[in-house]
């Protein structure tokens, strides 16, 4: 999922982060904009949530919040891992549940969040950083668990499973 190879494949981007007329920068995490940023009040704070991957294992908590101030949107949670280390996870990776308080990805498993692509500064992300972190949560889309051979021909979990050269099982 770290090679750059089918959905995890990326750009390479310059290694300088993403920046805003008056040379501010667009993505920063919540903890440097508190005072101009904020969760809408009628949405759920996903700061403090257990973050769980496809195998409903915690792999650690929200920390903070890392905001788009070009597009004026979240794009990044903050994950502090178990073993105290952070990963960034795109929040369209994320599925934010107020319900269970907790925060579920179906692309990767709760072991493999300590190989998402660190930061090398903490406040800051680079074009090529974020490139790559989304690129490794696509990645995990098919290869978190091995190619899954189902949508490719072969058999699934499940047992045999017959579709066309485009994925689509044939109508009964």
Same mark, same amino acid.
């Given at each position: 999922? =770290? /090679?750059?190879?089918?959905?995890?494949? @990326? $750009?390479?981007?310059?290694?300088?982060?993403?920046? %805003?007329?008056?040379?501010?920068?667009?993505?920063?995490?919540?903890?440097?904009?508190? /005072? #101009?940023?904020?969760?809408?009040?009628?949405?759920?704070?996903?700061?403090? %949530?257990?973050?769980?991957?496809?195998?409903?294992?915690?792999?650690?908590?929200?920390?903070?919040?890392?905001?788009?101030? !070009?597009? +004026?949107?979240?794009? @990044?949670?903050?994950?502090?891992?178990?073993?105290?280390? =952070? *990963?960034?996870?795109?929040? &369209?990776?994320?599925? $934010?549940?107020?319900?269970?308080?907790?925060?579920?990805?179906?692309?990767?498993?709760? #072991?493999?969040?300590?190989?998402?692509?660190?930061? +090398? /500064?903490?406040?800051?992300?680079?074009? *090529?950083? #974020?490139? =790559?972190?989304?690129? @490794?949560?696509?990645?995990?889309? %098919? &290869?978190?668990?091995?190619? =899954?051979? !189902?949508? &490719?021909?072969?058999?699934?979990? !499940?047992?045999?499973?017959?579709?066309?050269?485009? !994925?689509?099982?044939?109508?009964?």
């Amino acid at each position: 999922m =770290r /090679d750059p190879v089918g959905p995890a494949s @990326y $750009v390479l981007r310059d290694e300088e982060p993403l920046l %805003m007329e008056g040379e501010k920068l667009q993505l920063v995490p919540l903890r440097e904009v508190g /005072d #101009e940023w904020h969760v809408q009040g009628g949405d759920s704070d996903p700061v403090g %949530m257990p973050v769980v991957g496809r195998d409903d294992k915690v792999a650690g908590h929200v920390r903070d919040l890392w905001v788009d101030r !070009g597009a +004026k949107l979240l794009r @990044y949670l903050e994950v502090e891992l178990n073993d105290g280390r =952070r *990963r960034l996870m795109p929040v &369209f990776f994320a599925n $934010v549940s107020p319900k269970f308080r907790r925060v579920k990805t179906r692309s990767i498993f709760a #072991e493999q969040f300590a190989a998402i692509p660190e930061l +090398k /500064d903490p406040d800051r992300i680079t074009a *090529r950083e #974020e490139d =790559r972190i989304s690129a @490794y949560f696509a990645g995990g889309k %098919m &290869f978190a668990e091995g190619v =899954r051979r !189902g949508a &490719f021909g072969g058999p699934s979990r !499940g047992g045999p499973d017959v579709r066309d050269g485009f !994925g689509r099982r044939p109508r009964a």
